[in-house]
């Protein structure tokens, strides 16, 4: 059984930076691929990015890629989107996800189906 807690969105301005994280319980963090999704106002949840269980690769959608890194500390049971040079297109709830037989790669390909969701955190960019 996992639960996760995201913390860090918030009011921002366009260029700005801005890094979430996502507090997990449970002993078996490492088992667990770890994504983070969004969901935009008026649109359907997407993926963001996606750290393997060892945190050796990671994955980002095209429209992140660049600006926006995905790290884990398994040690801390944590897992972090540092997002930098924000745009007002990046405005979104922002979900933390885990799963024990989901492959980080395959996350990119998928909008849900994760086996835990934290509840979100809310990030809002202005221009």
């Known amino acids: 059984q996992v639960q996760l807690v995201e913390s860090g969105g918030g009011l921002v301005q366009a260029g700005d930076s801005l890094r979430l994280s996502c507090a997990a319980s449970g002993r078996t963090f490492s088992t667990y691929a770890m994504g983070w999704f969004r969901q935009a106002p008026g649109k359907e949840r997407e993926f963001v990015a996606a750290i393997s269980r060892t945190g050796i690769s990671t994955y980002y959608a095209d429209s992140v890629k660049g600006r926006f890194t995905i790290s884990r500390d398994n040690a801390k049971n944590t897992v972090y989107l540092q997002m930098n040079s924000l745009k007002p297109e990046d405005t979104a709830v922002y979900y933390c996800?885990?799963?024990?037989?989901?492959?980080?790669?395959?996350?990119?390909?998928?909008?849900?189906?994760?086996?835990?969701w934290g509840k979100g955190t809310l990030v809002t960019v202005s221009s």
């Open positions: 996800a885990a799963d024990s037989l989901t492959t980080a790669r395959a996350m990119g390909g998928m909008s849900g189906g994760m086996d835990y």
